[in-house]
């Protein structure tokens, strides 16, 4: 087709809005100012970091690292042999095959502080974890980055 597409949330951290930082609605549509489309290479990641303003006039810094990721393409359709039972792959009808595809995929970050190296870099990390197909689970790399401890004053450590 044209190439144009919707964008879809395929998962987000927390799954429940918190009452006071409710998530973004629309978010799908601002990873991608200019559209969801296909491009027929692998563009470099982007990544960039905006201000959005609430009901309330809070900001929110809502951080964008934007990848490509290859399509998969169909696979050759079998068809029985003169009726025999037997399979043969179908030959491709011209010597060119079909071009590949890179699809846009977006990790979003929102928060109330202004922070967009901490947010690139987490991002980042988040991204290389992904790409690389490591055995961490992504949920606990999540609550890693977003937890600290923090001492009470005169306690113990």
Do not use: M
């Amino acid at each position: 087709g044209s190439g144009d597409g919707q964008g879809q949330i395929l998962q987000r951290f927390p799954e429940k809005d918190w009452e006071d930082n409710p998530f973004p609605q629309g978010i799908e549509l601002f990873c991608q100012p200019s559209g969801w489309q296909l491009f027929p290479e692998r563009n470099p990641p982007t990544f960039f970091v905006a201000v959005l303003t609430d009901i309330n006039s809070e900001r929110h810094y809502c951080a964008c690292f934007t990848f490509w990721e290859a399509l998969e393409t169909p696979q050759p359709q079998s068809h029985p042999r003169n009726g025999e039972g037997e399979e043969e792959e179908e030959e491709p009808s011209s010597p060119v095959q079909p071009a590949q595809l890179f699809a846009p995929k977006s990790l979003v970050l929102v928060s109330r502080l202004d922070h967009a190296e901490v947010f690139r870099n987490s991002l980042g990390l988040i991204y290389t974890i992904y790409v690389d197909g490591l055995s961490v689970s992504l949920e606990n790399v999540i609550g890693n980055l977003l937890t600290c401890t923090i001492p009470i004053t005169g306690g113990a450590q």
